[in-house]
């Protein structure tokens, strides 16, 4: 038998392994039905794993005041969301004093693990001017956790492994070919998902009460940033869309209209 069918035959005995306990079911955020090859149980495991390594790698930060107001926002967005099927989780974090050092400036940003784990950087919340703008983040982060974003990349990455080890038993050209191929798909699925989490993010905003332009305003603000920071080496392969068209998407989303900007930004951006 040939070595390149010897693995093949052991990837798929290993994606048979990893779907077994797989589970169909009507997601409502994204309103599919969709397959997926772990449920809540197994995913909330898994951001309790991340969780737990979140804490050693950043500080916690307990501030009152500070804790109080993202706890406020974030009960009332998660109460509308599409899941109820898991506890929602979320902390206020920042760089270790002695990982600051090797960033000069704010860290603006946030991020969600699967199993509802949500954490919010201490510079973004300072960055954010006001609850509508801050409300924003924390709903498209919640839109990741309802989607099941971060379950449907692990789910990926199962196809992924097989491609990348039958490219290694083809020659160069096709490897090559390969590799680009699942780069390209990777990162358009992930730029996908920062659409699609703006988007029911959004929908939790007005559910909530609150003005979805903060997020229109928030990205701007991010841009504005963006242009006034170190010029970075140009790179093809983006993980997030460009804020030009997250923008154009975000106002369109919230308004309901498309405005000549937001048509030509979403056609093509120049970030």
Known sequence: MKLWRFLWNIVVLLIIAAMAGCSSEFNLATRQQETLIYGSEKEVKIGEAVDKQVQKQFDIIYDVDLNERVERIYKKLTAVADRQDILYFIRVIDLKP??????????????AAPGGYMYVFKDLIDFAESDDELAGVIAHEIGHVTARHGIKRLQYSYGAMALQILSTQANAEVARGTNLALTSLLLEYSQKDEFEADRLGIRYMKAAGYDPQGVVTFLKKLRTKQQEDKLRQFSYWRTHPHLPERISAANIEATGTMEFKDYLNIIGSDD
Not at 98 to 111: G, H, K, L, Q, S
């Open 98 to 111: 002695e990982d600051r050092e090797d960033y000069e400036d704010p860290v603006v940003n946030a991020f």
